[in-house]
């Protein structure tokens, strides 16, 4: 199945042609990795692809349901609170159900009868969905991505609008990571890990259920997660 497509496409800049007549494809499940020399159009083809830059001409074709996980090569200095707190917004739903789940064994203590029937069914659903969606792991899951791509605690305590440019993109790219998207975009996402971090980020793209398209210089990490190699001229 295709989640993503594109036919024909055009770009430039002024009288410079970035690239042209471009046809492309990916299905689910499909590891890419693109090359090209600076300057070639790398990130202005996944921008283009992802409706974050107009372009020329052709056409883009998107899976309606598609799920993306977009990183940059250096993550914008915005957002509220701690990395932590950007990081934990991809389990709030979980965390709002651990929530309600406090105040229904409350309600619990504090009724009788049917009230406390009712509070009791209430909380045995959320109990029941909390665990289908992984409730009682995804603080393991989250610690094992963010020791992955290298964040210490005193990392993740730090605000947003005070970490570093490498600390912002792998708080990104841990927040992409976790939320196992449909398609993973990740443009030079080694320029901030250290070869722990390489081969922390190798193995779980080789593990992964998601499809991905990965733009490095480091043509020895593409070859050995990527299975179609993209070279941009």
């Known amino acids: 199945m295709?989640?993503?497509?594109?036919?024909?496409?055009?770009?430039?800049?002024?009288?410079?042609?970035i690239?042209?007549?471009?046809?492309?494809?990916?299905?689910e499940k499909a590891h890419i990795g693109i090359v090209g020399p600076n300057g070639s159009g790398k990130t202005s083809?996944?921008?283009?692809?992802?409706?974050?830059?107009?372009?020329?001409?052709?056409?883009?074709?998107?899976?309606?349901?598609l799920r993306v996980g977009y990183v940059p090569q250096t993550a914008l200095?915005?957002?509220?609170?701690?990395?932590?707190?950007?990081?934990?917004?991809v389990f709030q739903h979980l965390i709002q159900l651990e929530k309600d789940m406090e105040t229904s064994a409350f309600a619990i203590q504090?009724?009788?009868?049917?009230?406390?029937?009712?509070?009791?069914?209430?909380?045995?659903?959320?109990?029941?969905?909390?665990?289908?969606?992984?409730?009682?792991?995804y603080q393991n899951r989250m610690d094992r991505v963010v020791d992955g791509v290298g964040l210490s605690d005193t990392n993740l305590g730090t605000l947003v609008s005070d970490?570093?440019?490498?600390?912002?993109?792998?708080a990104a790219l841990a927040t992409a990571l976790l939320a196992g998207p449909d398609l993973?975009?990740?443009?030079?996402?080694?320029?901030?890990?250290?070869?722990?971090g390489l081969e922390w980020l190798e193995d779980f793209l080789n593990r992964s259920a998601s499809a991905f398209m990965v733009?490095?210089?480091?043509?020895?990490?593409?070859?050995?997660?990527?299975?179609?190699i993209w070279e941009i001229d």
């Open 163 to 170: 970490a570093s440019g490498g600390e912002r993109t792998r």
């Open 19 to 27: 690239f042209s007549d471009v046809t492309l494809q990916v299905n």
């Open 184 to 196: 993973l975009v990740l443009d030079e996402p080694t320029n901030y890990l250290d070869f722990k």
């Open 110 to 137: 504090d009724s009788e009868g049917v009230e406390q029937t009712q509070a009791e069914n209430k909380y045995s659903t959320l109990m029941d969905e909390y665990e289908s969606l992984g409730g009682y792991d």
């Open 77 to 89: 200095q915005s957002g509220f609170g701690t990395l932590k707190d950007q990081i934990s917004q």
């Open 2 to 17: 295709s989640l993503l497509g594109a036919s024909q496409l055009n770009l430039h800049y002024a009288d410079i042609e």
């Open 45 to 65: 083809l996944l921008r283009v692809l992802l409706g974050m830059q107009d372009f020329d001409g052709g056409d883009i074709f998107k899976s309606d349901s």
């Open 215 to 228: 733009v490095s210089h480091d043509r020895f990490f593409l070859d050995r997660v990527a299975s179609e």
